[in-house]
């Protein structure tokens, strides 16, 4: 069974500029997570989707975040504009309907100079 | 904000020896969950305890929960040098079970 496949893996952005992160959950996992991990400190959810609706998003700072699941499989996350403190891994999960147990993807780190 | 917390920050063992690692938490849980994330990668699932249960096994695994002092232990028993990582446990609370996580805690198994 093919993972949770995350792109870029890496992206060095310079601040104000805008970024955008792809994710593929594992096929038949109608929810879908974008985490920030900030090194040093634990996974933060920022946004959830359950097929392509959203779940919770109370944690998406919304003024610069935006993510879209068209069709309830792949979503994208998008920073715009990027500000110093984005700098961070951003992992996108995923997890059968009404299931505790998360899947990770690799993440993708950003680095905004 | 985070909800668990674990203990120690970071955990230097010996290959062969038990690792006991505690988190602590602070509200209503539906269930309790252990990740495991090796440098640079993402994190994979241990073991999940649900908040009716005190104890679960997986191999060499082991996880505890109080939910009247809101504490968790995760052992893990005959440590290996693979299982070098950071450990987070992660708190399962709402309709939608939404995970919050802890800062982690940082195991070195030395060969």
């Known amino acids: 069974e093919a993972g949770v496949a995350q792109s870029p893996r890496y992206k060095i952005i310079e601040k104000r500029q805008s970024v955008a992160f792809w994710c593929n959950p594992i096929s038949g996992h109608a929810t879908l997570y974008w985490y920030q991990q900030i090194l040093g400190q634990g996974p933060k959810l920022l946004i959830q989707?359950?097929?392509?609706?959203?779940?919770?998003d109370s944690q998406l700072p919304k003024d610069r975040f935006s993510a879209e699941r068209l069709k309830g499989v792949d979503s994208t996350l998008k920073i715009q504009p990027a500000k110093l403190e984005d700098s961070a891994v951003y992992l996108c999960a995923s997890s059968l309907a009404y299931s505790y147990e998360q899947y990770f993807g690799p993440g993708t780190r950003l680095t905004v100079t | 904000s985070q909800q668990g917390e674990e203990d120690p920050q970071a955990l230097s063992i010996q290959e062969g020896e038990n690792a006991t690692m505690n988190c602590s938490y602070k509200t209503s849980i539906n269930n309790l969950q252990w990740y495991r994330q090796n440098s640079g990668r993402g994190l994979v699932h241990l073991i999940l305890i649900r908040s009716n249960e005190r104890e679960k096994h997986s191999g060499r695994l082991r996880v505890t929960l109080d939910t009247s002092k809101k504490s968790s232990s995760l052992l893990i028993t005959a440590s290996r040098a693979a299982d070098t990582a950071s450990y987070f446990c992660a708190t399962g609370t709402g309709a939608n079970s939404k995970l919050t996580f802890g800062k982690g805690i940082t195991l070195s198994v030395r060969p």
């Open positions: 989707f359950q097929n392509n609706g959203v779940v919770d």
